[in-house]
């Protein structure tokens, strides 16, 4: 079963635009991490948030985390068009080890 | 330095026959962790090891399906009597210890005929 669940399904913007992906989950969480997937092969680690943060940023990237709505969301700014690619938030299942997926976000950034 | 490799690439298999998924984490990783992807879905886990036990199985889809980390480094996925529905990518992920950034290889893309 998932319990993370992303929104929108799918996104399409201009470069230069900003990105914004929402996730959601059911049960409470030990920490929360973004991943970036192309063509559906490997993940690429974004951002780890952990339950007592509230942001965290990374160049380009801003995560948010609300517990108390068991939400997160995910910020692309100025996007580019090689930040097109499947956003996928994941939960620990509170016991601090294996990740529960959502379906993903997929982003599509067009020049 | 390396990141996690998985082996082979792609692996096409004709039902009912026995397959075997190698996963190199990361040097020094203690956890290891498996997860089957679908097409349009997250991945799934299936199985994670701390050192060489199997920590969490609880994944794994039914007994056709093992996996083992003898010597708490390399793991093998082990399929038998493979199934059309086996279809998947299956990705292996370390991380240096339980509750830290999980680190994912390239992933096995597997058929099954």
């Known amino acids: 079963s998932q319990q993370g669940e992303e929104d929108p399904q799918a996104l399409s913007i201009q470069e230069g635009e900003n990105a914004t992906m929402n996730c959601s989950y059911k049960t409470s969480i030990n920490n929360l991490q973004w991943y970036r997937q192309n063509s559906g092969r490997g993940l690429v680690h974004l951002i780890l948030?952990?339950?007592?943060?509230r942001e965290k940023h990374s160049g380009r990237l801003r995560v948010t985390l609300d517990t108390s709505k068991k939400s997160s969301s995910l910020l692309i700014t100025a996007s580019r068009a090689a930040d097109t690619a499947s956003y996928f938030c994941a939960t620990d299942a509170g016991a601090g080890t294996a990740l529960i997926f959502g379906k993903g976000t997929t982003l599509s950034v067009s020049s | 330095g390396a990141g996690v490799s998985q082996t082979p690439s792609n692996k096409v298999t004709e039902k009912g026959k026995y397959v075997e998924l190698r996963c190199d984490p990361i040097s020094g990783h203690t956890a290891l962790y498996w997860y089957r992807q679908s097409l349009g879905q997250g991945p799934e886990f299936l199985i994670y090891?701390?050192?060489?036990?199997?920590?969490?199985d609880s994944g794994l889809p039914n007994d056709r399906f093992f996996a083992v980390r003898p010597e708490g480094s390399v793991s093998t996925l082990k399929i038998q009597r493979t199934e059309r529905g086996d279809s998947a990518v299956y990705l292996c992920?370390?991380?240096?210890?339980?509750?830290?950034?999980?680190?994912f290889g390239p992933g096995t893309r597997l058929l099954v005929l």
């Open positions: 992920a370390s991380s240096i210890t339980v509750q830290e950034t999980q680190y």
């Open positions: 948030i952990r339950s007592n943060e």
């Open positions: 090891f701390q050192g060489t036990g199997a920590a969490d």
